[in-house]
Every structure is written in structure tokens, then in C-alpha cells.
């Protein structure tokens, strides 16, 4: 079968990244519990969907890297080599110099890279292994031959395998040195009806991973399979269907050979993403190969299965009908056009709302109503459609952690929460580089030495936490460590010193204000300059990136004890609800995730401490900000009474005095210009259903 397969690179890129993230993630599990056989499975399963994967695309280097490695793995599989921390870290370098490869490939980039050494170091392993079981040296470059027998391997065909220098080039394309048996199409066309002695046909159920992606791949390589132990008469769907990827998960294929039963089933098993084989019609079971049609199943079975009805067929996981596609991968930039295009629905929306108001026409507000349901549904089901698991991004770092706090001679357990959270997936780019900041802190500032954890009484090894949880209209991530904690008076002298605050200034702070000056550029706590920090570049980075995506970093920490980070993000940047507020005129929008109450205030109920204006809000003393004053207009007489917005930043709470509520709103969120973006207080810029144009409060900054 002459398949182009150029068409699917960019999915076997992604496949690959997937597999190459949960390898890093599995051997972190592997090295914590080494005798655990499922993870071991997991290991040998990625590798080996991997090689197939790459021989299918013909991607050379690829496969034979994952070759080599798959032969390590096998032994550590069975038993025959022991997991130890050099064959761990050799085979994490395997696994970068795999994501190099596909990132050259992604990138067309056309290098060769050097694997040698890698591969060299691999079969070392596996023949030192081998010999110290088998009490006999392997030659350094017979592993492919004398590789040890699979325990899920194929029964049949070992004598061709045997007489092949790469044992599973069966699933490269073809094209290859050696002869290529006749596949799907070409091998049913030419296949002859009449009975050959010794052979007996069977008619198979074949069901893929439910999370396959390139089916069509693994459906020839199924054909390639099946064909170099029997002849292939007919599938259903017909090859160009299944070529097409017009099926579900499970096909139908007749095949007659002179192997058994289990060897047929076996042989299609050990193929990547095969999750099931089961038999339709079994030997003899009146099946004669003369009344096998090439294009199809014979046709008493088929009225048969015609005559049980759709629910026998649905229950065998088959359909009476043309299978649908269930899903579509859709590139990140038609989403974001999509998005924008909903927010100019949504401005559009406000605006006839605003005429039909006006107007007072009956009927038209009956039609928009039922528009603005309908425009409501559409905005919600596009927010569903670019939202991700936090799991894409936190699926990296374990890896990290575990390279790090080796690198530093700390011993530490890494622990992920809430990875089925769900954010969009534009934020979820954004935020990888802060996280891995944040974690890079935590092992390398927060973590102290097992013996000085000994010696305060705590456990050798230290634990991280990495946690996502919803909190309102926003995502809460946290990174916290049980480590040494954070001395707040340490930092104090410190700023001091470096004359960032006097004297006087001080005394008028609280460990609260810590993080003011942790996210200062350039500050640094650190006594010494690594790899990893003491330059004073980092939280004033993630600060930095977490307020442009409209939320804010928020930092507790006890000394001794350890110390938390909390990443609060709203749940997508493009629409959200907003509190509309109008201050000397002009209105101004206030996110309403930030948003804790609002509430109405008379001049004489405010007072002063330490020469700053407060109120009194339910036995709480809140410090009071006029926005009117904060941006530059002029004061009105202050008599009377005035309404104020309570905004959460920071676990600290603050009124925001202003002239009017104008309610809520849902707004589309447009980014300011460049030379705008430098300018304190303001996060973006929204148009109102008057046309008007109306700027959005950074709360965080505009309280920092």
C-alpha cells in the first residue's frame, strides 16, 4: 500500500511530545518505586508506540535511538538488568535526545545529530546485563539479533525474525532493502479465492486505543503485519475508508493463514495503540474461503448481522452507518480569530440592547433577548473549546525537580494536585516560565540540605507541592514548599541596606509587605550565584507576566515552617464580567473577580489612621482610596454620601471610593497600545454598548 504520509507529521509530532512527556513523567515514578512492573509496562509501552511511530514515518535516527533504548527497557522489563541511578539517567538523556529530534523535525531544521555515544552506552548496558546473566559476552553490535524473546511478542514468524538484522523494520515503510510482502488494497486485489492447503481464514475485530490519533497508520501497519504471516481477502470499512479514517475505533479484516488463532492475535497485539483482537468468525465456523468476496465480507454473514438490528452491532462496537469522526484537532490561531470574533458579537450585542432601550420597542427586545441567549451559548461553548487541563503544562516539571534538587544534593518529593483543572489555553502558554521559576526557588531557596533538615528535626527529604484549584471566577495555582521559609527581617535589612526604604518607612511595613520587595528587579536573597538563582531575576518575572494576564502572585511564608506562592489567573482573557463605575464623568470598568462587596458610606463615617483615610465596614477597618483623587481629578466638596467597591488583592482588603455604580456588564477585554502599557492602574480598555470607549482597572497594580 503507497501511502503518503507526510500528511500526518504534524500529528506524529504531537503524539510524540505526548509520549516523550509521559515517558520523563514515568520514569520519575520508576526511580521512587523501581519494582513497580505496571510503570515498567508504561515505560516499555510509550518506547515502543514511539519506535513504531518513527519506522512508520521513517524517521531513521529516531528509530533506532528508541531501538536501543526500547532494548534496555525490555530487560529492565523482565527483570535481566536492575533499575539503578546511572541506567535512569542514561535513559533521560535518551528521552532529551528524542525531544531534540522532534523538535528538529517540527522545525525542519534538517540536522544530523550525534546519538552515537547514547547508543553506544545503551548497548553496553544491555550486553553487559546480558552476559553477566548468560555467562557469555554479547559482540558489541549482535543485540538486535540476540535480543531476548518478548514475553508479549508474536508466537509466529521467529525464524524470519531471526534471520533479520532489525528485528522490527516490519513496521517501517516500505521501500526498505529487504523485500516487502503486498499490503490492504494490493494484497486483497491479488489475492486468489481458491483455497490453499494448510490455510484456514479468519475474520477479525480489530479495536484501537480510544485515544489513537493517527488510526490510519496504525491500520497499515496492522495490513503489514497481517500480511507477511497470511494473505488479507477483505476489510470492512474498505481500505479507502480506513485510509480515510471514516471508522471509529474497530474494523473488520478477514485473513486467511496456516497460524493459529492466538499466534494471529498475538502478532496484531504487540503492534502500539492495538487495544483489542477478537474473532467474528472463528476456525470452521462455515467460512470457506471461495465464498470470501475481495471487496467484502461474505453474504450470509452479513444479512445476519443485518437481520440482529443496530444495537447488536453498536454493542460489538461497530455502526449500521458511515463512522463519524468524534473529534478534530484545530490550530490555536483559528480559535483565537473565532474568539475575536465572538467579542465583537458580544460588543455589537450591548450596543442594539442600548438602541432597543432607547427605542422602546417591544418586539425588538424580544428578539435581542433571544439573540443574547443564543450569543451567550455560542461565547460559552468557544470558551469550552480553548480550554486545557493545567496537566499540559504541570506534566513537565516533575522531571525538572528531580534533575534540580539532584543537581544540588537535596532530597525532595514532588507532589501534583488538580491537574484536571481547566484554564485557556493562551494563559496556560503563559504561565509555564513562571511556574518553573517558582518550583527552580523552591528546591534551590526553599528546600534546605537533608542534613540541615536533620538537624531542625524535620525528614531528610523535603516535599513540593504543585496545585491548581478553581477559586471564583479565577484559577488559584500554587507552588509551597516545607522548607526554611522566608526571614522576613532578613529581607528588611537587606532593602535598607541597598536603600530601597528607609528607616522610617520600615517600621510602617509588615511581613505582609515582603513580597514588595522579593519582586523587585535585580533583589536577591540568595548568599551565593549558581545555575539555578541569585541574580535577582525571577519573581520580579513572574509578577510581572502573572499581572498582564490580569491576576496577581500572592506569597505567605512562616519561617522554619516553608513557604507558598499562589498564582490567582482568570479563567480566559478575552471576555469577562466586569462592575462598571463612573468617576468625574468618565466610566471605568473594575474585573469582577476582585470584586468582594459594594456598599454605600457617608462623609462623616470617614477616619483617619496614621494620616490615611479608613472606614469602618462590619467591625473591619478598611483603608479607603478615592480613584478620583488616585487619577489626577479634581476633588468634589466630600459632603454627603458616596458609594465604594471593596476589591480583594493580596489577601488585603480596600475601598475604592467613586461617584456612581452603573452595574454589571459582561465586556471583551482589547489590549492598550504599547506606549500605553507602561502606565500603572490599567489593563486593558473595553468599548461599552454606547460606543464608548472605557478603561479597565488593574486592581493589583493600581494597589501596589
Known amino acids: 500500500m503507497d501511502m503518503d504520509i507526510s500528511q500526518y507529521k504534524e500529528l506524529f509530532i504531537s503524539e510524540a511530545q505526548e509520549h516523550l512527556e509521559a515517558l520523563n513523567q514515568s520514569m520519575v515514578d520508576l526511580e521512587k518505586d523501581p519494582g513497580n512492573p505496571d510503570v515498567l509496562t508504561e515505560i516499555f509501552r510509550s518506547a515502543h508506540t514511539l519506535k513504531g511511530m518513527s519506522a512508520t514515518m521513517g524517521f531513521d535516527q529516531l528509530t533506532e535511538l528508541s531501538h536501543e533504548m526500547e532494548n534496555v527497557l525490555d530487560g529492565l522489563r523482565s527483570g535481566d538488568i536492575e533499575v539503578s541511578t546511572d541506567i535512569v539517567d542514561l535513559l533521560f538523556g535518551c528521552f532529551d535526545m528524542l525531544g531534540t529530534m522532534v523538535a528538529d523535525i517540527s522545525e525542519e531544521s534538517g540536522k544530523i545529530l550525534d546519538t552515537r555515544p547514547l547508543i553506544e552506552a545503551l548497548r553496553a548496558v544491555y550486553a553487559g546485563e546480558k552476559g553477566a546473566i548468560a555467562g557469555m559476552e554479547a559482540p558489541a553490535g549482535a543485540q538486535k539479533k540476540a535480543k531476548p524473546k518478548r514475553k508479549t511478542g508474536p508466537a509466529t514468524g521467529q525464524k524470519r525474525r531471526e534471520e533479520t538484522s532489525e528485528e522490527e523494520v516490519v513496521e517501517a515503510v516500505p521501500g526498505g532493502e529487504e ?10 486485489a491479488e489475492a486468489p479465492l481458491e483455497e490453499v492447503p494448510g490455510e484456514k481464514p479468519w475474520r477479525l475485530l480489530v479495536t484501537l486505543d480510544k485515544d489513537c490519533v493517527l488510526k490510519s497508520v496504525r491500520v497499515f501497519m496492522i495490513f503489514k503485519k497481517l500480511a507477511q504471516i497470511g494473505r488479507v481477502i477483505s476489510s470492512r470499512p474498505s481500505v479507502e475508508d480506513l485510509e480515510d479514517e471514516k471508522f471509529d475505533r474497530s474494523f473488520e479484516v478477514v485473513v486467511s493463514t496456516k497460524e493459529g488463532l492466538e499466534s494471529v492475535r498475538k502478532a496484531l497485539l504487540t503492534i502500539a495503540e492495538v487495544h483489542e483482537v477478537e474473532v467474528v468468525s472463528a476456525e470452521g465456523a462455515e467460512m470457506p474461503v471461495e465464498e470470501v468476496a475481495a471487496g467484502g465480507i461474505i453474504e450470509d454473514e452479513r444479512e445476519k ?10 454493542a460489538a ?5 458511515p463512522v463519524r469522526t468524534q473529534s478534530v484537532r484545530v490550530n490555536i490561531s483559528r480559535l483565537d480569530n473565532l474568539m475575536n470574533l465572538i467579542g465583537e458579537l458580544v460588543i455589537n450585542r450591548t450596543r442594539l440592547q442600548e438602541i432597543a432601550s ?4 417591544g418586539e425588538l427586545k424580544e428578539a435581542l433577548a433571544q439573540t443574547a441567549r443564543l450569543t451567550a451559548d455560542l461565547q460559552d461553548e468557544v470558551m469550552k473549546t480553548r480550554m486545557v487541563p493545567v496537566e499540559h503544562i504541570f506534566n513537565r516539571f516533575p522531571r525538572m525537580v528531580r534533575d534540580l534538587a539532584k543537581s544540588r544534593e537535596k532530597e525532595v518529593d514532588f507532589v501534583i494536585e488538580g491537574k484536571d483543572i481547566e484554564l485557556d489555553r493562551t494563559i496556560l502558554d503563559e504561565i509555564s516560565d513562571p511556574l518553573m521559576h517558582l518550583l527552580r526557588n523552591a528546591v534551590d531557596h526553599g528546600i534546605d540540605s537533608p542534613e540541615e533538615r536533620e538537624a531542625r528535626g524535620k525528614p531528610r527529604r523535603g516535599s513540593i507541592r504543585l496545585m491548581a484549584r478553581r477559586d471564583r471566577n479565577y484559577v488559584s495555582i500554587e507552588v509551597s ?3 526554611k521559609g522566608v526571614d522576613a527581617q532578613k529581607i528588611f535589612d537587606l532593602a535598607e541596606s541597598n536603600g530601597l526604604m528607609s528607616s522610617e518607612e520600615r517600621k510602617a511595613l509588615s511581613e505582609d509587605d515582603i513580597l514588595r520587595f522579593l519582586a523587585m528587579p535585580g533583589f536577591s536573597s540568595a548568599e551565593e550565584v549558581s545555575g539555578v538563582s541569585g541574580r535577582g ?4 518575572v513572574v509578577k510581572n507576566k502573572v499581572e498582564s494576564l490580569g491576576g496577581m502572585l500572592i506569597m505567605q511564608s512562616v519561617k522554619g515552617e516553608g513557604t507558598t506562592f499562589a498564582l490567582k489567573l482568570p479563567l480566559t482573557l478575552a471576555i469577562i464580567q466586569a462592575l462598571l463605575v463612573r468617576v468625574r464623568g468618565e466610566i471605568y470598568a473594575i474585573p ?3 470584586v468582594a462587596e459594594t456598599a454605600v458610606i457617608s462623609s462623616h463615617e470617614v477616619k483617619y489612621v496614621s494620616n490615611q483615610e479608613v472606614i469602618f465596614l462590619r467591625d473591619e477597618t478598611l483603608p479607603l482610596m478615592r480613584l478620583g483623587r488616585y487619577l489626577g481629578l479634581p476633588d468634589e466638596n466630600g459632603q454627603g454620601s458616596f458609594p465604594v467597591v471593596v476589591v480583594e488583592v493580596a489577601l488585603k482588603s480596600v475601598a475604592i471610593a467613586v461617584d456612581e455604580l452603573m452595574g454589571q456588564q459582561e465586556i471583551v477585554i482589547t489590549s492598550l497600545d504599547r506606549f500605553l502599557k507602561r502606565i500603572r492602574g490599567f489593563g486593558g480598555a473595553t468599548i461599552l454598548g454606547t460606543g464608548e470607549v472605557a478603561l479597565i482597572l488593574d486592581i493589583p497594580t493600581l494597589l501596589s
Open 592 to 594: 469582577l473577580g476582585v
Open 305 to 314: 448481522e443485518e437481520a440482529a438490528g443496530d444495537q447488536s452491532q453498536e
Open 179 to 188: 523485500e516487502e510482502p503486498e499490503v490492504a488494497a494490493e494484497a486483497i
Open 481 to 483: 514548599d516545607d522548607g
Open 317 to 321: 462496537g461497530m455502526s449500521t452507518g
Open 358 to 361: 432607547s427605542m422602546n420597542i
Open 537 to 540: 531575576v525571577g519573581l520580579d
